[in-house]
């Protein structure tokens, strides 16, 4: 009924920057808290960033000062700006979502960070 599809992953070099965009579609009567999670090979999924609908926002540590996320409510999407972007990052990034007072996920995507 609801889902998240997300795009703007990829390959990109140490430094470089990505733009991720997820968008919330089907029978929407709410949206609330937005994030970002990722996700490596054999390790539990971890958040990136919040957004609430009024537009807080919260960070995890090693994003901070690199990491932006923002939201366009009239398109029910969150975006996630990545600049400064190290090996580290690499993972998969998913979007997360309470629509309709439920907590939905993305189906992810891949950023490689390497040169």
């Known amino acids: 009924q609801v889902q998240l599809v997300e795009s703007g992953g990829g390959l990109v070099q140490p430094g470089g920057s990505l733009r991720l965009s997820c968008a919330a579609s089907g029978s929407i009567r709410t949206i609330g808290i937005m994030g970002w999670y990722y996700q490596v090979p054999g390790t539990q999924r971890e958040l990136v960033a919040t957004i609430t609908s009024g537009g807080t926002t919260n960070y995890a540590d090693s994003v901070k000062g690199r990491f932006t996320i923002s939201r366009d409510n009239a398109k029910n999407t969150v975006y996630l700006q990545m600049n400064s972007l190290k090996p580290e990052d690499t993972a998969v990034y998913y979007c997360?979502?309470?629509?309709?007072?439920?907590?939905?996920w993305g189906q992810g995507t891949q950023v490689t960070v390497s040169s």
């Open positions: 997360n979502s309470v629509v309709n007072l439920r907590a939905y």
